[in-house]
Nanobody, 121 residues
Framework: EVRLVESGGGSVQAGGSLRLSCAASGFSFDDYAIGWFRQAPGKEREVVSCINTRGDRPSYAESVKGRFTISSDNAKNTMYLQMNNLKPEDTAVYYC??????????????WGQGNQVTVSS
């Protein structure tokens, strides 16, 4: 069974940090583009960060560059999103995802369950 299980969300004050984790089972990250998305209330889901192919440099949304870092531990089949200097506008449900390798996370095959991140001012 293919699964992406997220953990690590929560509430934090502006300027704080959180780390999201996403553990995969039933498939290998080596074969997929992997990334993080978020969806704020009333807004469309947007890509936060993506690794097109294992070993490639990650891409980031302009709004999170310099603050968020995506990483993966392929031995554990787990990806992470380290979020520093959080701002209230980062408040959203965050989703991990895996999609067609070599694409900028535009063709998604699997989604995590979503994890709420709330940043208060």
């Amino acid at each position: 069974e293919v699964r992406l299980v997220e953990s690590g969300g929560g509430s934090v004050q502006a300027g704080g940090s959180l780390r999201l984790s996403c553990a995969a089972s039933g498939f290998s990250f080596d074969d997929y583009a992997i990334g993080w998305f978020r969806q704020a209330p009333g807004k469309e889901r947007e890509v936060v960060s993506c690794i097109n192919t294992r070993g490639d440099r990650p891409s980031y949304a302009e709004s999170v560059k310099g603050r968020f870092t995506i990483s993966s531990d392929n031995a554990k089949n787990t990806m992470y999103l380290q979020m520093n200097n959080l701002k209230p506008e980062d408040t959203a449900v965050y989703y991990c995802a895996a999609g067609v390798v070599g694409t900028p996370c535009t063709l998604i095959d699997f989604w995590g369950q979503g994890n709420q991140v709330t940043v208060s001012s």
